[in-house]
């Protein structure tokens, strides 16, 4: 390892050190929410997730709200359920549960405001505390026309 990258791990780790207002350890993830930023566990994600060193990362594509037939629901709070149904189905399918998912993406269809009551109370269904990382990425479209929401995963498998 370079000198410089050396340098660069430690610096993070002291960074990651600071007092913070939430740190936990959840399935060997650390949570971390630094006091000096926004609490943004009541909205249904952490600030940061420290990966355990020499971990095994899996990458879950994106879930759609499609059922199993491929069908989906013209209602944008059936398919948020549904994709988080999906990515659960394939969690399961890698061995892993919800605790092991570091960072999550979110797509959403023309979003507003409107539509964050209905992605929090999902992510804290399918999370609970264990509150990952996640970005959400308003976009005017998905991959198929009735598409509204999509949920893409990072997930520690070890």
Same mark, same amino acid.
């Given at each position: 390892?370079?000198?410089?990258?050396?340098?660069? %791990?430690?610096?993070?780790?002291?960074?990651?050190?600071?007092?913070?207002?939430?740190?936990?350890? *959840?399935?060997? !993830?650390?949570?971390?929410?630094?006091?000096?930023?926004?609490?943004?566990?009541?909205?249904?994600?952490?600030? &940061?997730?420290?990966?355990?060193?020499?971990?095994?990362?899996?990458?879950?594509?994106?879930?759609?709200?499609?059922?199993?037939?491929?069908?989906?629901?013209?209602?944008?709070?059936?398919?948020?359920?549904?994709?988080?149904?999906? %990515?659960?189905? &394939? +969690? *399961?399918?890698?061995?892993?549960?919800?605790?092991?998912?570091?960072?999550?993406?979110?797509?959403?269809? /023309?979003? /507003?405001?409107?539509? +964050?009551? @209905? +992605?929090?109370?999902?992510?804290? *269904?399918?999370?609970? /505390?264990?509150?990952?990382?996640?970005? %959400?990425?308003?976009?005017?479209?998905?991959?198929?026309?009735?598409? !509204?929401? *999509?949920?893409?995963?990072? @997930?520690?498998?070890?």
């Amino acid at each position: 390892m370079s000198r410089t990258i050396k340098h660069l %791990l430690i610096g993070g780790l002291i960074i990651m050190n600071i007092p913070t207002a939430t740190t936990a350890t *959840e399935n060997k !993830l650390t949570i971390v929410n630094p006091q000096t930023l926004y609490d943004p566990s009541p909205n249904g994600y952490s600030t &940061a997730v420290i990966t355990p060193p020499g971990a095994r990362v899996a990458y879950i594509s994106g879930q759609g709200g499609q059922d199993s037939k491929g069908g989906l629901s013209p209602d944008f709070a059936v398919q948020v359920k549904q994709a988080y149904a999906n %990515l659960r189905a &394939a +969690l *399961e399918g890698i061995g892993a549960k919800p605790n092991q998912v570091a960072k999550i993406t979110v797509f959403v269809v /023309d979003h /507003d405001m409107s539509k +964050l009551g @209905v +992605l929090t109370s999902n992510v804290k *269904e399918m999370f609970g /505390d264990a509150l990952p990382a996640q970005t %959400l990425i308003p976009v005017p479209k998905l991959a198929i026309d009735p598409m !509204l929401f *999509e949920v893409e995963a990072v @997930v520690v498998l070890d």
